[in-house]
């Protein structure tokens, strides 16, 4: 009895556990309007910082962002702005999926990059990102959060 007990617990754990970590992204569904919004969002950040716009991401960026990198600890507004990457080129791999929340937007995609921070290249193959965009009371979009899951060469 036991052992058909742990068998019917095994069968249903496997099959609880089988669309974990699966994507519910389908490659023929139309990009919803959180996607497009998630899409024109996370081009800003890339365009703001491929040109070195100091003055919109000032204005874009939250009092509360900070940036994720996979190298150590948090930046925040003023030193990622203060220290801007030199990102020379950028192309998003795939679709920009965007899931809005009660005034919050994250955006999860992936992005090839030629990178250089604080004056290490990194990796130039296909990286994940997260950014994270929180609506004012203006109803203006500003980055909250953004993680670049990219490594140094």
């Given at each position: 009895m036991k052992t058909g007990l742990a068998a019917v617990a095994a069968t249903a754990?496997?099959?609880?556990?089988?669309?974990?970590?699966?994507?519910?992204?389908?490659?023929?569904?139309?990009?919803?309007?959180?996607?497009?919004?998630?899409?024109?969002?996370?081009?800003?950040?890339?365009?703001?910082?491929?040109?070195?716009?100091?003055?919109?991401?000032?204005?874009?960026?939250?009092?509360?962002?900070?940036?994720?990198r996979t190298t150590g600890g948090a930046v925040s507004k003023a030193s990622f702005i203060a220290n801007l990457p030199n990102l020379r080129s950028y192309k998003f791999i795939g679709p920009i999926l965007g899931v809005e929340y009660n005034g919050t937007l994250t955006a999860t995609y992936t992005a090839?990059?030629?990178?250089?921070?604080?004056?290490?290249?990194?990796?130039?193959?296909?990286?994940?990102?997260?950014?994270?965009?929180?609506k004012s009371s203006d109803g203006q979009w500003h980055v909250i959060g953004h993680g670049n899951f990219n490594q140094p060469k």
């Open positions: 754990l496997t099959l609880a556990f089988t669309g974990c970590g699966g994507s519910d992204w389908s490659s023929t569904a139309a990009p919803s309007a959180n996607d497009a919004l998630a899409t024109k969002l996370s081009t800003r950040i890339f365009q703001d910082v491929q040109n070195t716009n100091r003055a919109d991401l000032e204005q874009f960026f939250s009092p509360s962002f900070q940036l994720q090839q990059t030629d990178l250089m921070v604080d004056g290490k290249q990194y990796q130039s193959a296909p990286n994940a990102f997260l950014s994270v965009f929180a």
